[in-house]
């Protein structure tokens, strides 16, 4: 950090002292970190955001300052005038950037006193996080909140710097809108000054970037706060921040090199390694089908195959049934692992999740027959052609599902994350970043009766539209250890287009214009082909910093109800209020 303007308070960063400044009178202001008293003379850590220097109280040279320490408790704010002196030999704190010097205090002020803190402020131990969210001052104050919202802040230059110096234009959207399809519930805000009528808070601002370059803004990027009304798991936040950006007269090449190079200024900046760009691009066909996931973490092998072929005509009822109608029998070789029984049920139970009816487990013996349930329905032949698939040797593993092509891939997806989990797969400081691409348009809807966009409907459809099923989109996700951390497409530009969008998914002229009027006008001024992406900064700095939970990277997060335990937010208001908005509540009266 650069000095201080000299103050009343300090004219020194605590963190940044170091023998250079031996001799020197210096203030420092910051927190009491810790406090020794060792009968005659008192060391108080004080901590400012740079770091943390010693302070010491001499009861002969400084009695008044002494006097005021002894009074100091932990989390008092003091400011402290002093000699910095180099410590003896046998004093030096290695594990301190400072601690080869500290302050002899010749005059101390005391600016706030503390409560006890709830929890320690001085170190990271674990706390209940409900706890700390209660007191989210104090957590803030604790090295690993320090660090991650710095890192955060690391990222989001690195960001800007290279998006500013690739001519983009950081514009701003609106927040009162009218809904966006991303495909959650919206947050609504009533519009006191249309009785009866709601502002959507956006769920992106997907369609306003798209107006931007209608607008001929030719390159716009914006840190955008997003807010969704799902339901929050980990990597979820009702409201959370994106890198959103949209590019004009571009190609799929041409939004994936300005990501790359921006997320390789990202991790160079936050000295995170990943190899260089460019990025392997899997279509998601093969990612679903070799890792069972449309952001498959490729840190660890264990890749999956499709062994229809070695089953067919099978005797195996189990496999041929769903052979027979369609199905697949996929597998994966875990490997050289004596897995216990009770092991081998829990890994039954992982695919009973994801609605596979169960899980064929086979250890492969030296000569080459199978200890499994299933070793007497299968033949040699189909053994063998496994084990060529699978490249099974003696003493493997092997893991089959039969079902459904979407139920297998995604119960095989789930076995193999859990086996990298049990085993340690994922080898430390291992980094893997993949751009999945050739998305499907469209998938059935959760009834089957009709289709919803995979993206989002303003993503340009590849092929025509005689088989929605079959149609591809010119989307993109970038996948990083297993977590998508972004998402984009080249857009529909013709009013047309996007209506036979529309349709596939039942929005008719007469919806679309009432729901998207401003956007099939804009379209039909001449609209540039234009495409972007959005990448999810939480989740990119949860990653970065080695944060479990992106709400270990976020100021003022939100629980998983949805909850902000430090101001009560959202809370009960006035019958008052309600009535000058022209709303009425159905919810129950809440207690308390
Ligand atoms: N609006 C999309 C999203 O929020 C991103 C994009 O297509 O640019 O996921």
Redesign the pocket.
């Known amino acids: 950090m650069r000095p201080p303007r000299a103050n009343a308070y300090r004219d020194a960063w605590a963190g940044e002292l170091g023998p250079g400044r031996v001799g020197e009178t210096v203030t420092v202001a910051g927190w009491v970190h810790r406090r020794r008293d060792h009968g005659g003379l008192i060391f108080i850590d004080l901590r400012d955001r740079s770091g943390i220097v010693q302070l010491v109280f001499n009861p002969d040279g400084a009695p008044e300052a002494h006097a005021e320490a002894e009074r100091l408790r932990s989390e008092f704010v003091v400011s402290a005038t002093g000699t910095v002196l180099e410590r003896e030999a046998g004093n030096v704190n290695p594990n301190l950037a400072t601690g080869e010097i500290e302050i002899g205090v010749a005059e101390l002020r005391r600016l706030a006193t503390s409560d006890t803190p709830p929890f320690p402020v001085d170190d990271d131990s674990p706390v209940d996080e409900l706890l700390r969210l209660s007191h989210r001052v104090l957590d803030l104050r604790r090295p690993a909140m320090q660090h991650a919202l710095a890192v955060r802040h690391t990222i989001l230059r690195a960001m800007r710097e290279h998006l500013n110096a690739r001519d983009f234009l950081d514009l701003e959207t609106p927040i009162l809108t009218r809904s966006t399809p991303?495909g959650a519930r919206d947050f609504l805000v009533p519009a006191r000054m249309n009785p009866g009528a709601w502002y959507a808070l956006p769920q992106?601002p997907?369609l306003f970037k798209q107006l931007l370059m209608m607008g001929g803004f030719e390159r716009y990027y914006q840190i955008a706060r997003?807010f969704r009304d799902e339901d929050l798991r980990g990597f979820r936040q009702p409201e959370f921040t994106?890198l959103?950006l949209e590019m004009s007269f571009v190609e799929e090449d041409d939004v994936i090199e300005i990501t790359e190079t921006t997320m390789a200024h990202v991790f160079e900046a936050a000295g995170f390694s990943v190899a260089p760009p460019p990025w392997p691009r899997l279509p998601f066909a093969e990612a679903m089908l070799r890792y069972g996931s449309d952001k498959p973490d490729l840190r660890f092998g264990l890749e999956i195959a499709e062994l229809g072929e070695a089953f067919a005509g099978t005797g195996f009822q189990v496999f041929s049934r769903v052979l027979d109608g369609g199905g697949v029998v996929r597998g994966l070789n875990a490997g050289a692992r004596e897995l216990p029984r009770r092991e081998l049920d829990e890994l039954t139970e992982v695919v009973r999740r994801f609605g596979a009816g169960g899980l064929v487990w086979a250890f492969v013996q030296e000569d080459g027959s199978w200890r499994s349930p299933a070793a007497k329905a299968l033949s040699d032949a189909e053994r063998a052609g496994v084990a060529e698939r699978l490249g099974a040797r003696p003493g493997d593993l092997l893991l089959l599902v039969a079902d459904t092509a979407a139920v297998a891939a995604q119960a095989l997806g789930e076995v193999r994350l859990e086996l990298s989990r049990r085993f340690g797969l994922v080898a430390e400081g291992a980094h893997q970043i993949t751009w999945v691409v050739d998305f499907p348009m469209f998938e059935p809807t959760d009834g089957g009766s009709g289709w919803t966009a995979l993206?989002?409907p303003f993503t340009a459809p590849l092929g025509d539209f005689s088989d929605p099923g079959a149609l591809q989109s010119r989307g993109y996700d970038l996948v990083l250890d297993g977590t998508e951390i972004g998402?984009?497409?080249i857009r529909i530009a013709t009013p047309e287009v996007q209506q036979q969008v529309f349709d596939v998914l039942g929005i008719g002229p007469e919806e679309a214009r009432a729901r998207f009027g401003f956007l099939l006008d804009a379209l039909r001024y001449g609209a540039p082909p234009h495409g972007?992406?959005?990448l999810g900064l939480d989740r990119i700095v949860a990653i970065l910093a080695g944060r479990d939970s992106i709400r270990d990277v976020i100021a003022f997060p939100k629980t998983a109800s949805g909850a902000d335990p430090l101001t009560g937010a959202p809370a009960p208001v006035d019958a008052e209020q309600l009535a000058e908005l022209g709303v009425k509540s159905l919810a129950p009266p809440r207690s308390g």
């Open positions: 991303e992106s997907q997003c994106q959103d993206h989002h998402g984009g497409s972007g992406i959005a």
